[in-house]
């Protein structure tokens, strides 16, 4: 297997489980908020989900940067650069 199949392999697991544990966690942290008695754990599961979609969104940027890189390296950084910065957005809003 080459190593470009590879990293595409990685950046499809990383972007379906990311988009994955995005909804699971907003509708946790929902479901939070809405019930009358709420429970803790659903709050802390929901903002832990979050924070590993952010970190999983951050992953996709940085395996993408190699292959990214041989086509114009100022965008590829650009990219990572912005997907560092949604990683960072993600995860604040999770927790706030």
Not at 7 to 19: E, H, M, N
Not at 40 to 66: D, R, W
Request: charged share 10%; hydrophobic share 55%.
């Amino acid at each position: 297997m080459n190593s470009h199949r590879k990293t595409a392999i990685i950046v499809g697991v990383l972007f379906l489980t990311s988009t994955v544990a995005f909804m699971l966690g907003s509708i946790r942290i929902q479901s939070y908020f809405i019930d009358k008695h709420p429970n803790i754990n659903l709050l802390i599961i929901g903002v832990l989900l979050e924070v590993y979609c952010g970190v999983a969104v951050a992953g996709i940027g940085v395996m993408m940067f190699p292959i990214l890189k041989k086509f114009n390296e100022r965008l590829a950084l650009g990219y990572v650069i912005f997907r560092i910065i949604e990683c960072a957005i993600i995860i604040v809003s999770g927790i706030y």
